[in-house]
Antibody, heavy 118, light 106 residues
Framework: DGQLVESGGGLVQPGGSLRLSCAAS????????MHWVRQTTGKGLEWVSA???????YFPVSVKGRFTISRDNAKTSVSLQMNDLSAEDTALYYC????????????WGHGTLVTVSS | EIVLTQSPATLSLSPGERATLSCRAS??????VAWYRQKPGQAPWLLIY???VRATGVPARFSGSGSGTDFTLTITSLEPEDFAVYYC?????????FGGGTKVEI
């Protein structure tokens, strides 16, 4: 049914940048909208970005202007560029596939941990 | 943004019992609510979407109902693997949001 594998997480200082990647396999990647969802202990699950099959992107207010999402259909991958990071961005970041417009998320990766700390 | 409120925060039950979980939206989301189960150390797993449609591979003991602002996830007979955290999520409009979760514990 498919697999998603995230990478790129790590420790970054406040104000720094990080780029996450998600490698997809086992399904027709170009036909699915792709999302990033993060999870913190205190705030639960939070949707952070989406890119549809046309390349249009969507973000919540909390990350708009700081995060960008992109996809490479030839490499079946999606990336999340995160800039101006703060402690509030510390979370486990999941890549997720959407079944339809805006969800639901029927395939998830295992997540990659981002820690923002000095 | 649409706020999803889940209740109760914690549900203490025994294997074989029935679980009823609630998700209330701050405004109508039509039927565009999904439910996920998350076990410790794992990613969420899609159970129900569009209010009442079971996802592929989901056992029949899981059912969803509701529309508008009030939604329910019912587990008719709890199995050991069902003791986990459950989240609802809407896809009615941007931004997408999740509820705060209900922990089903033994």
């Amino acid at each position: 049914d498919g697999q998603l594998v995230e990478s790129g997480g790590g420790l970054v200082q406040p104000g720094g940048s990080l780029r996450l990647s998600c490698a997809a396999s086992g399904f027709t990647f170009r036909t699915y909208d792709m999302h990033w969802v993060r999870q913190t202990t205190g705030k639960g699950l939070e949707w952070v970005s989406a890119i549809d099959t046309a390349g249009d992107t969507y973000f919540p207010v909390s990350v708009k202007g700081r995060f960008t999402i992109s996809r490479d259909n030839a490499k079946t991958s999606v990336s999340l560029q995160m800039n101006d990071l703060s402690a509030e961005d510390t979370a486990l970041y999941y890549c997720a596939r959407a079944s339809f417009r805006r969800g639901p998320f029927d395939l998830w990766g295992h997540g990659t941990l981002v820690t923002v700390s000095s | 943004e649409i706020v999803l409120t889940q209740s109760p925060a914690t549900l203490s039950l025994s294997p074989g019992e029935r679980a009823t979980l609630s998700c209330r939206a701050s405004q109508s989301v039509d039927n565009y609510v999904a439910w996920y189960r998350q076990k410790p150390g794992q990613a969420p797993w899609l159970l129900i979407y569009d209010g009442s449609v079971r996802a592929t591979g989901v056992p029949a003991r899981f059912s969803g109902s509701g529309s508008g602002t009030d939604f329910t996830l019912t587990i008719t007979s709890l199995e050991p693997e069902d003791f986990a955290v459950y989240y609802c999520q809407h896809r009615f409009t941007w931004p997408l949001t999740f509820g705060g979760g209900t922990k089903v514990e033994i």
